[in-house]
């Protein structure tokens, strides 16, 4: 199943806690401390349009890029509503083919983690280079070692509202670096007093500084800082979340 296939009629309603306004001043205060101001962006994991849909309201031609149709049918509707015209493209990241070269790829709420296979992190840095204008900026962020392995452990979630309710259990292999997540929701029926059982499992992946560093590095790309989490401090050994902040060299 496709990650978030299931989920996507009720993620925003559990993903409440994330202060996605935080993250995209953030964003932009990266691009000011670069002194760039870009006017393209993909959104490369853009899920229900948490992050493209501000985006473009606040004057960028923003692309929204994701594997799940489910997700981005959602993040169609709430562009509308909000008169926004969005394109929105059901890509896989390691495959991604897009008529466009932007001057910034962002990928954020850890959506480079689902790239569990050996290889699959490069390719997906490959397909970024290929979209990028001249000295082009790649932000993302990913969860670390650290946080799946001391944070989430084999711990086990629940979130509940009138209308819908989930269970999260965590497993991490040290071995294949992969932690799993086993996701039960309840989701109550429309105008009925019954709720439909849904079960998904996610799979992402623990990718140390050093990986991360040189796959950016063999797909063209200067690595000029890496902060822990949306905070303007580097990183740390217990940082439950890296933010890095790439720039595809010159061509010589």
């Not at 995209?24 to 393209?40: F, H, N, S």
């Not at 670096?177 to 086993?182: A, L, V």
């Amino acid at each position: 199943m496709v990650a978030y296939e299931g989920f996507a009629s009720v993620y925003d309603m559990f993903m409440e806690e994330i202060d996605y306004p935080a993250w995209i001043q953030y964003v932009q205060d990266t691009w000011k401390r670069l002194g760039i101001v870009p006017e393209t962006v993909i959104d490369l994991g853009c899920g229900t349009g948490n992050i493209s849909i501000p985006l473009a309201k606040a004057g960028y031609s923003v692309m929204g890029v994701d594997i799940s149709e489910e997700m981005l049918a959602e993040a169609q509707r709430k562009a509308l509503v909000q008169g926004l015209s969005i394109p929105f493209f059901c890509q896989d990241m390691v495959e991604m083919e897009l008529p466009y070269h932007v001057d910034c790829v962002l990928s954020l709420c850890d959506s480079l983690n689902y790239l569990t296979e050996d290889g699959e992190l490069s390719a997906a840095f490959s397909a970024v280079r290929e979209h990028l204008n001249p000295k082009g900026l790649f932000l993302f962020d990913m969860n670390t070692k650290y946080k799946f392995q001391e944070v989430f452990g084999d711990k086990t979630y629940a979130a509940m509202t009138e209308d819908a309710a989930y269970f999260w259990e965590n497993s991490f292999d040290k071995e294949d670096q992969i932690n799993e997540y086993y996701v039960s929701f309840f989701i109550r029926q429309k105008n009925k007093e019954t709720y439909e059982r849904l079960e998904e499992y996610h799979y992402e992946r623990a990718y140390s500084l050093e990986e991360v560093k040189s796959c950016l590095e063999e797909n063209g790309f200067n690595l000029l800082n890496v902060y822990d989490g949306y905070r303007f401090e580097r990183a740390k050994e217990d940082s439950q979340r890296y933010f890095f902040v790439a720039q595809l060299k010159e061509e010589i």
